[in-house]
């Protein structure tokens, strides 16, 4: 059941609309961070008149491209729309005001904004205008399809996908090092699809040294937004020959360093394109809940970890890991010196282990990929 300050009996069609609205969401993925995926559908004597989603961050918003869209006279209809219309002016204007100017007779909302400029107002003044509200159809679809959004206008804190491949024992290499490749190439493919949406791809300076990687999303024949790449580099050791350095003009690339760093190398990194932030330290390494919370004030909102054991066990321990992609490749490695997907020191009581929650298995390509939130 659905309402707003009484309840009313959730009907078939509302949700079969609803959902088409979530379908058009997903359509941008990877292109509205920041902002939410949001989907808006304008149906009219039981035909659909106009649909639009939120296509790119900074343009106009799935309310009104519904609108635009439209194919009839929407005075009278009722728009199905997966979040809370705005009513503030941002980088477009407010869409309740839009919605209010086209005579629209029933809006349906699938969720409130958290967005303390939002927050219920919308709502209220859709309202004020007359207009019949009901809010809270597939809330649930709705809060895990905007999950980063919800984390990130809520705390300022981006949400951290940990993706890691491994085999059927937990190696993520041999033990002489060898780590291609661990999984097949759905399994890779899939990994650059995780790349497309997030903003910022992140790796350990060991990660970076061993494996010389471009950190890049390739998606044949698609189009998609580069993340931005980030090195977890204490002492700002990352080689000014190495594939990151050379296309910091074509990727906007940062090096998380400490105070031990030399102000010759920062110098040097700079001056090939790379940004250097200065973060607190914890132990003579990156405190990466400073580098966390210097992503989030910088409009970062989410982050995918691709680095080594060292990497995600201090995420990990300092619980800033909201979920878990494993694909887990079906063979046999061995070795007890073998890496790991996570390191560090570890815990000691197998009590002390972090819970995840499963959320998703399915075969991909050979593999198989467990996903997990925390």
Same mark, same amino acid.
């Given at each position: 059941?659905?309402?707003?300050?009484?309840?009313?009996?959730?009907?078939?069609?509302?949700?079969?609309?609803?959902?088409?609205?979530?379908?058009?969401?997903?359509?941008?993925?990877?292109?509205?961070? /920041?902002?939410?995926?949001?989907?808006?559908?304008?149906?009219?004597?039981?035909?659909?008149?106009?649909? !639009?989603?939120?296509?790119?961050?900074?343009?106009?918003?799935?309310?009104?491209?519904?609108?635009?869209?439209?194919?009839?006279?929407?005075? !009278?209809?009722?728009?199905?729309?997966?979040?809370?219309?705005?009513?503030?002016?941002?980088?477009?204007? /407010?869409?309740?005001?839009?919605?209010?100017?086209?005579?629209?007779?029933?809006?349906?909302?699938?969720?409130?904004?958290?967005?303390?400029?939002?927050?219920?107002?919308?709502?209220?003044?859709?309202?004020?205008?007359?207009?019949?509200?009901?809010?809270?159809?597939?809330?649930?679809?709705?809060?895990?399809?905007?999950?980063?959004?919800?984390?990130?206008?809520?705390?300022?804190?981006?949400?951290?996908?940990?993706?890691?491949?491994?085999?059927?024992?937990?190696?993520? $290499?041999?033990?002489?090092?060898?780590?291609?490749?661990?999984?097949?190439?759905?399994?890779?493919?899939?990994?650059?699809?995780?790349?497309?949406?997030?903003?910022?791809?992140?790796?350990?300076? !060991?990660?970076?040294?061993?494996?010389? /990687?471009?950190?890049?999303?390739?998606?044949?024949?698609?189009?998609?937004?580069?993340?931005?790449?980030?090195?977890?580099?204490?002492?700002?050791?990352?080689?000014?020959?190495?594939?990151?350095?050379?296309? $910091? !003009?074509?990727?906007?690339?940062?090096?998380?360093?400490?105070?031990? $760093?030399?102000?010759?190398?920062?110098? $040097?990194?700079?001056?090939?394109?790379?940004?250097?932030?200065?973060?607190?330290?914890?132990?003579?390494?990156?405190?990466?809940?400073?580098?966390?919370?210097?992503?989030?004030?910088?409009?970062?909102?989410?982050?995918?970890?691709?680095?080594?054991?060292?990497?995600?066990?201090?995420?990990?321990?300092?619980?800033?890991?909201?979920?878990?992609?494993?694909?887990?490749? /079906?063979?046999?490695?061995?070795?007890?010196?073998?890496?790991?997907?996570?390191?560090?020191?570890?815990?000691?009581?197998?009590?002390?282990?972090?819970?995840?929650?499963?959320?998703?298995?399915?075969?991909?390509?050979?593999?198989?990929?467990?996903?997990?939130?925390?």
């Amino acid at each position: 059941m659905y309402a707003h300050s009484g309840f009313f009996a959730m009907e078939a069609r509302d949700i079969e609309y609803m959902r088409r609205a979530i379908e058009l969401a997903d359509r941008g993925l990877g292109f509205t961070n /920041p902002n939410p995926l949001v989907g808006a559908v304008i149906v009219k004597d039981g035909r659909v008149i106009g649909e !639009g989603w939120h296509e790119r961050y900074g343009q106009w918003h799935a309310e009104r491209n519904a609108l635009r869209n439209c194919v009839g006279d929407p005075r !009278g209809a009722t728009m199905y729309v997966t979040l809370e219309p705005c009513c503030h002016h941002g980088k477009t204007p /407010p869409c309740a005001e839009a919605l209010v100017e086209s005579g629209l007779a029933r809006v349906v909302v699938g969720m409130k904004d958290p967005n303390p400029l939002v927050a219920g107002k919308g709502i209220a003044r859709l309202r004020e205008a007359g207009i019949e509200v009901e809010c809270g159809l597939e809330e649930e679809t709705l809060r895990e399809q905007n999950r980063v959004f919800l984390k990130y206008i809520q705390t300022r804190r981006p949400w951290v996908v940990m993706k890691t491949a491994m085999t059927l024992d937990g190696k993520i $290499a041999t033990r002489a090092g060898d780590s291609r490749w661990v999984t097949g190439e759905a399994a890779r493919t899939e990994g650059h699809e995780l790349r497309s949406r997030l903003m910022a791809i992140m790796v350990g300076i !060991g990660t970076a040294l061993a494996d010389n /990687p471009l950190l890049t999303c390739r998606i044949e024949g698609r189009e998609v937004r580069q993340p931005v790449r980030v090195v977890v580099d204490s002492q700002a050791r990352l080689p000014l020959d190495s594939r990151l350095v050379a296309t $910091a !003009g074509e990727c906007r690339t940062i090096v998380a360093h400490t105070r031990f $760093a030399s102000a010759g190398r920062l110098k $040097a990194l700079a001056a090939a394109g790379v940004k250097a932030w200065l973060c607190e330290d914890r132990e003579g390494l990156v405190d990466v809940e400073s580098l966390s919370r210097l992503l989030g004030e910088r409009g970062v909102d989410s982050v995918l970890l691709e680095g080594g054991g060292n990497l995600n066990f201090s995420f990990l321990r300092q619980g800033l890991v909201d979920e878990l992609y494993a694909f887990v490749a /079906p063979k046999i490695v061995g070795g007890a010196d073998a890496k790991t997907p996570v390191e560090g020191r570890g815990v000691d009581r197998m009590a002390d282990a972090l819970p995840f929650r499963l959320r998703e298995m399915r075969q991909v390509g050979e593999d198989v990929l467990l996903r997990f939130l925390k």
